[in-house]
């Protein structure tokens, strides 16, 4: 079956503009996650979704937010971009976050670089 | 406030030896572990699980071992291969807070 799409792959934007990113799940699976991965951070997170309905946020300040669609399909977005919002965003999905026994599927990330 | 720790940035091994990565943790209410294994422009693949009633789980050359008193786990390859170069995650959960939080990562170059 296909695995968690990303898109874009890849995007440049400069300093003040928004951004959004999309994540398509694998079918079936209801909990999207989102991750900021920059350099020497490790994978932070940002927040996750179940049914439409934002279950946890990280840390990141209120230009960072997202939602979950019916079909489970989730968004992302930056606002007002800074430079130290470059970093590789990653989406995963899982079957249900109920259970903490639930592995995370990622996505191959959106590669965003802020001028 | 770093949950999970690998303080072991990068680790270099002979193809064939066993690398063995750590990571360890502070908040005691984990009770779900994860590694990762991540290759550059890609996304982190899920390679190893742990649960808290367990210390062991074995999956082929990867096993990873819990020490919940030492709030420490760690992951073995055996034996170790050029293709097992990539960087590792270990993650956590706690019961119902729906996310995971992941350690810094170790760079593991397998020396053929």
């Known amino acids: 079956k296909a695995g968690v799409t990303q898109t874009p792959r890849y995007l440049i934007k400069t300093r003040g503009q928004q951004v959004t990113l999309s994540c398509s799940p694998i079918?079936?699976?209801?909990?999207v996650s989102w991750y900021q991965q920059t350099p020497g951070q490790g994978l932070q997170f940002l927040f996750e979704?179940?049914?439409?309905?934002?279950?946890n946020k990280g840390n990141f300040p209120g230009r960072f937010s997202g939602r979950q669609f019916s079909n489970s399909r989730s968004e992302m977005n930056v606002s007002t971009l800074e430079l130290g919002d470059s970093a590789l965003y990653l989406c995963a999905s899982s079957f249900d976050k109920l259970s903490a026994a639930n592995v995370l599927t990622f996505g191959a990330g959106s590669r965003l670089t802020v001028l | 406030d770093q949950q999970v720790k690998q303080n072991s940035p990068s680790l270099s091994v002979q193809e064939g030896r066993i690398s063995i990565l750590n990571c360890d943790y502070t908040n005691s209410m984990f009770d779900y572990f994860l590694w990762y294994k991540k290759y550059p422009a890609e996304g982190p693949t899920f390679l190893i699980s742990?649960?808290?009633?367990?210390d062991k789980n074995e999956d082929g050359r990867f096993t990873v071992f819990l020490n919940k008193s030492a709030k420490h786990l760690s992951l073995h390859i055996v034996p170790s291969q050029p293709g097992d170069s990539a960087v590792y995650f270990c993650a956590a959960s706690a019961f119902g807070t729906y996310k995971y939080i992941f350690g810094t990562g170790t760079r593991l170059k397998v020396l053929a």
């Open positions: 742990i649960s808290s009633i367990k």
């Open positions: 079918s079936g699976h209801r909990s």
């Open positions: 979704y179940f049914s439409e309905t934002q279950r």
